[in-house]
């Protein structure tokens, strides 16, 4: 999934921080130190003012009017789409479906691809570093289907083995759903791997991205991949709009999701035709603005030399790892090799909410807590676990202050 | 050092948290209850013996979770150890308000004196769920979480 090696220049962290606004401002009377964009990423001005504009300017309803700001807002969402189909390198513009999320491009998954497929005893296969959005779904289809999950373990450094991956795929398999990045671990999983042997075994694969779209430079047609899942407000764009992408081949075969407007090609007393993919997946009015400021997030990290953001974000985790070292007290949970830029540590006789709460006074906003991923909290034996995550705007002063606010809470509680 | 920090972790909370009061199982119990906070996974299970006026005989608590947590559960015992329901129910009533920065004008100056290391809290909104969560769990016990009698034999 990594570029070709190349010389890359260094990347301009304090040119990017100035396309951030937020990141000018102060909290508690401290520089803002913003350490959860795994949670959600701060907005570059590049994404704000494409969506003003387009509001202030071309917007209207989508596919319904023949006035001509129907036209220009229908030609702006398209237009959206065809920048998720370039930033994930889809072979067709048709095979992207907006979603409000993540989250519901994953249930959307469930609903109309696999539910229809599932017999009692039919196996889905999944990760233990899933978060609840790659997990809930399919407990719908165990609850309503009779579907058995099957979960794959990881490692003690968070690593995942493929050979285990490939053992649980059996005969009865009907899906692998696995996280591209875990958002606990950052542990990067071997997803043309996982694809190659699911595929050999006539399986077919959803790859959870809410995390990997931001960190991982994307080639559906390379990795071959059926489904892949992500959101728009954790790759710098807005909330409220997400995308599907689907082989064409498998949406042909889908129910629809939801029932609406814009989904169907006729409607009677007696009788509903649907409008073909993506149409059919996307009922109701869509996330105009947000589908617009989304892709205009995507054109912004495309100009980005995303190698050099990636080298960078590396940076930034080995530089908290060598300065964490020092700090004998805190155990830093996942470190398998080709890690994405998550660090997640549990701090001896230390809640995470004290430490973040702390850490909060200082400035420093990291998440605290279960990230969602309750599953793989009790792997690790956890209840709750501190996560500092880092986007292309941190620095490595960014790290020193969170390293100072640790021994600050370390001063306070320990 | 913030000066609100300090106050939320001063001294007599942290040796509650680390030295908790009334942590244990409680064999004889008449009212038991879980509560359980999904945003950080935390969990208090309380457990009281009511007497037949209605009166708090004995109570105690288990459970994992941040200091503030801990902490204002092992004061809740304390507290409300001895008291009847009413009058833990009030008690309660005035506790909310302060952690949440209101006037509390219901407590007595002795318990308001007792509880006063909790009002800065009030400072942190995003940690009021924590310092709430046991007494949440103590009304629950009282209200719904009579045990069978059964148990109660048992544990007799």
Redesign the interface.
């Known amino acids: 999934m990594t570029a070709p090696a190349k010389i890359v220049p260094a990347f301009d962290v304090e040119k990017a921080r100035a396309d951030f606004p937020i990141l000018a401002r102060q909290v508690?009377g401290k520089p803002l130190v913003y350490l959860d964009s795994g949670a959600s990423a701060q907005k570059p001005r590049a994404v704000l003012e494409a969506m003003t504009r387009f509001a202030e300017s071309d917007y209207a309803n989508v596919h319904r009017g023949v006035h001509y700001l129907s036209a220009t807002a229908t030609d702006a969402y398209e237009a959206a789409r065809r920048t998720v189909q370039k930033f994930l390198n889809a072979a067709r513009e048709d095979e992207i479906v907006f979603t409000k999320g993540g989250t519901e491009a994953i249930n959307l998954v469930s609903y109309s691809f696999l539910a229809p497929r599932i017999q009692p005893g039919d196996e889905i296969v999944l990760s233990v570093m899933e978060h609840h959005s790659n997990i809930v779904p399919w407990h719908f289809l165990r609850e309503r289907h009779g579907a058995v999950l099957r979960w794959v373990d990881v490692r003690d450094d968070g690593s995942l083995d493929i050979e285990a991956v490939d053992a649980a795929i059996t005969a009865k398999t009907k899906l692998v759903a696995i996280t591209h990045m875990s958002n606990v671990l950052g542990t990067v999983t071997p997803l043309k791997d996982i694809i190659a042997r699911a595929h050999a075994k006539g399986v077919p694969v959803l790859a959870d991205g809410c995390q990997g779209a931001v960190h991982e430079i994307l080639d559906v047609q390379a990795l071959d991949i059926d489904f892949y899942a992500f959101t728009g407000h954790k790759i710098y764009g807005p909330t409220g709009i997400g995308a599907l992408y689907a082989k064409r081949a498998h949406l042909k075969t889908m129910r629809p999701f939801n029932g609406g407007g814009e989904m169907i090609r006729e409607v009677t007393r007696d009788l509903v035709t649907y409008a073909d993919p993506p149409a059919r997946f996307e009922a109701g009015t869509p996330p105009i603005i947000e589908a617009v400021g989304m892709a205009a997030a995507m054109d912004y990290l495309m100009d980005l030399d995303r190698a050099a953001v990636k080298a960078h974000e590396h940076d930034l985790l080995t530089y908290a790892r060598e300065r964490l070292k020092d700090f004998n007290w805190l155990r830093v949970i996942g470190d398998a090799p080709g890690k994405g830029a998550i660090l997640s540590f549990e701090a001896e006789g230390?809640?995470?909410?004290?430490v973040a709460?702390?850490l909060d006074?200082?400035g420093v906003a990291v998440r605290?807590?279960?990230h969602c991923a309750?599953p793989l909290?009790e792997r690790f034996g956890v209840?709750?676990t501190s996560r500092a995550s880092f986007a292309l705007y941190n620095k490595r002063a960014d790290v020193d202050a969170l390293i100072a606010a640790l021994a600050?809470a370390r001063e306070?509680?320990g | 050092m913030d000066p609100s920090l300090r106050e939320l972790y001063q001294e007599v909370i942290l040796d509650h948290s680390r030295h908790p009061r009334h942590f244990g199982a409680l064999d004889n119990a008449t009212h038991k209850a879980e509560g359980y906070n999904p945003l950080c996974g935390d969990r208090v299970t309380v457990m009281l013996a009511l007497d037949e006026q209605g009166r708090v005989a004995d109570i105690k608590f288990q459970g994992k979770g941040c200091a503030i947590s801990q902490a204002s559960a092992s004061m809740m015992t304390e507290l409300l150890a001895g008291r009847t329901v009413v009058e833990a129910e009030k008690l309660m009533e005035g506790f909310l308000h302060l952690v949440k920065g209101e006037k509390a004008a219901d407590l007595s100056p002795d318990d308001r004196e007792h509880l006063d290391v909790m009002s800065g809290i009030s400072e942190f909104p995003m940690r009021v769920k924590c310092a709430t969560l046991a007494w949440h769990t103590f009304r629950n016990a009282v209200e719904e979480g009579e045990t069978s009698a059964d148990a109660k034999a048992g544990a007799a």
Request: no cysteine; hydrophobic share 35%; proline share 0%.
């Open positions: 508690y230390m809640h995470a909410h004290d709460t702390i006074r200082e605290a807590g279960h309750q909290m209840t709750s600050k306070i509680l």
